[in-house]
Every structure is written in C-alpha cells, then in structure tokens.
T-cell receptor
C-alpha cells in the first residue's frame, strides 16, 4: 500500500523568503510523485510531477522539487515566495499505470505574509 | 483553464437522502476519477471510470456509486447520506496513459 506524509500542516513565511514544503512517501513499488496546489474555493492545479529521469523537477510558478529515493522524499521548494503563493499544497503518489488514482497527503497550508 | 466542469457547486441535503453529482470531463479525456475531500484533509480516491466501466475503487462503501456516459461525462451517486459525507467532491479527468489529471472546482456537499 502507498501512503504520503506531509510533515508540516502549516508553514508561515515572509514575502520574498525561500520556502520548503516537506513530503515523504511509502510504497513497495516504484512510484510517480506529484505536487498540486489548491487556492480557496477551487480545485487542484498540478505544479509539477516526477515520473523518471532527473531527480530535480521544475514546475510552474517558480516551484521545483527533488526526488530522493533513499530518503523516500519529494520536497517542494521555491527560492522567493509571493503573497499570491498563499494556498494549500498537496503531495500525491501513484503507481505506474495508476494514473488519476492518486493518494494524497493531508496538505500543507502555506501562508505568505508581507 | 482545465475544462472540467462540475455541478452543482454547492448542495445541502438531509441525512438519509440520496444525491447525484455531475462532472463533464475535458475534451478528449476518457478517464474520470472522483475524490472526496473532507474539511482540512487531502482528497481521497473514491473510484475511477474508463470507457464506462469502473476501473478501480478506493475504500468507500457501496452506497457510493458512479456512472460514465458515452460522451465520458460522469455522475457520482451517494445513497443514505450520513453527516460524515459532508465534503468537497472533486472530479478529475485524464486520457488513459496520460500522467496528468485535470481537476474541476468541486461540489461542496453539506449533509444536515
């Protein structure tokens, strides 16, 4: 069985500061990993995904994430955040062939303050 | 813009009633998945439909059922509603073999 743990439920940060949102996963098979963002009263938008290849993945809005197989982690980073990045962020995992059967973490609330 | 539309946007039902939620998938997508997102939690996979057949199910009881139509739109039906069914229900569409799922804005169901 697969599972995802997001280590921080809330992350407060000042505008233009760097941020890291942490995600660890558990799986007995190879996985595909995703980060989604959810703005208030909206659905989920894909930020980035790791399928294979380079462990450093770049996504939209200046976000990037690094896949670390030995530590079973997929942390999301941004070097300089904006007020508009305030949202809920979800890490998700699926097995090969299990597209759109995602297992999500509980989410991390990113609050960017001026 | 994702192109996945869900209706209605909000709904209030009484415990014990039945509800039907609808989803129109993005053009060209033949796979639809439904997720339940309780307040303060991550989405949980309910089930997936591919070419009008159920193609995988999460840990939800049989009173959660679905349909997919020839145009790939989909319905989620929940019978005998319970208070804990109150949640945001998300629909996501994709093409079979494509790793990206596109989400609708969801239907907020409140059971009283």
């Amino acid at each position: 069985a697969q599972s995802v743990t997001q280590l921080d439920s809330q992350v407060p940060v000042f505008e233009e500061a760097p941020v890291e949102l942490r995600c660890n996963y558990s799986s007995s098979v190879s996985v595909y990993l995703f980060w989604y963002v959810q703005y208030p009263n909206q659905g989920l938008q894909l930020l980035l995904k790791y399928l294979s290849g380079s462990t450093l993945v770049k996504g939209i809005n200046g976000f990037e994430a690094e896949f670390n197989k030995s530590q079973t982690s997929f942390h999301l980073r941004k070097p300089s955040v904006h007020i508009s990045d305030t949202a809920e962020y979800f890490c998700a995992v699926t097995g090969p062939g299990g597209y759109n059967k995602l297992i999500f973490g509980a989410g991390t609330r990113l609050a960017v303050h001026p | 813009e994702t192109g996945v539309t869900q209706s209605p946007t909000h709904l209030i039902k009484t415990r014990g009633q039945q509800v039907t939620l609808r989803c129109s998938s993005q053009s060209g997508h033949n796979t639809v998945s439904w997720y339940q997102q309780a307040l303060g939690q991550g989405p949980q996979f309910i089930f997936q439909y591919y070419r009008e057949e159920e193609n995988g199910r999460g840990n939800f009881p049989p009173r959660f059922s679905g349909l997919q139509f020839p145009n790939y739109s989909s319905e989620l039906n929940v019978n005998a509603l319970e208070l804990d069914d109150s949640a945001l229900y998300l629909c996501a569409s994709s093409s079979q073999g494509n790793t990206e799922a596109f989400f609708g804005q969801g239907t907020r169901l409140t059971v009283v």
